[in-house]
């Protein structure tokens, strides 16, 4: 039988990682060469909408174990739950890479985005529930103070809620100076590998919405490439400036937002349903991420979007401006409704 075309892209630099925590889809990542999965409010709720024959039974469980607590009690534990039985699939890569590759992306509570110490309290909890967990943080003002405090304590780290050149710089430095307090203090730093996510798709979400609202007339397809253009420029940064953070790619709304970044030295987090359908297509693994976004394409964006002028300049935004970022913005709310949309699913079973 043939390689399938992530088993090819797993053999390049590029690592592969299932973008859920669905321990189906992700036992059959690990056939096509996945190295890592992730996960966030909208991905957990979503598993455990789709097999309540497997979750709701465990659900029940801990509200009988757990009887004075309440929906967020019970919606932790449900994610430290599948958390651990996730990572436990990715533990023999773990081991095999001595720490480099094999790890789970656990997101902390999305409500708490403006309060550091929260996060903080937080992470040092989900880096609990395994070995092989990285946390995820959203790079935002009180995100990028959690971001390096965290790092500087040990634990390795996946900046997210990010969607611009200036932010993945800043989550890549204040990651640096996280594992340089590390060091200082004496942790090993060899086992922490960062990884900073760009969302890109929900950048092209964001400028399309834009589209939309005024009314603009362009080729729509220009839009498909906003994400990569700031994924290729903040690939060329991190690379100058020897970032010790790799960059994840996700969100996906199309296939270059994984064609686009083979053979790079980053992470493509896809999701089951996408690299099926990629794994389907007659498409080349072949070595892109050096290949320039049209010139074309990027001076539309330019001349139509002022977002996408901030989202791709690296001095295009002040970290004080990252919470106001429009595409941060959307992706907050939906990340919080979707962790009250599971806290609902917990309370029908409380009072059943």
Known sequence: ????????????????????????????????????????????????????????????????????ANEDDIAWKLIEEIGKKAAELLMPEFKRSGGVRGRLSVQVDPRNFRDASAMLAQAEKLNGIAPNIAVKMPVVPAGLKAIEEATAKGMTLTPTVCFSVSQAVSAGEALERGLDRAAANGIDICQIRPCVAIMVGRLDDHLRRVMEARKLCIDPGCLEWAGIAVFKRAYAIFRKRGFRSMLLSAAYRNHMQWSEFIGGEVIVSIPHAWWKRFNASSIKVKDSIGNPVDPAIVKTLEMNFEDFRRAYEQEGMAPEEFLQFGATVHTLKQFIASYHELLELIRERMLR
């Open 1 to 68: 039988m043939p390689k399938s075309l992530m088993k090819q892209t797993a053999e390049t630099a590029t690592g592969f990682w299932n973008d859920s925590c669905d321990l189906y889809q992700l036992k059959e990542a690990l056939e096509h060469g996945a190295v890592g999965a992730t996960s966030n409010p909208v991905i957990v709720t979503a598993v455990v909408k789709s097999a309540p024959e497997t979750w709701n039974p465990l659900i029940d469980r801990l509200i009988i174990e757990h009887h004075t």
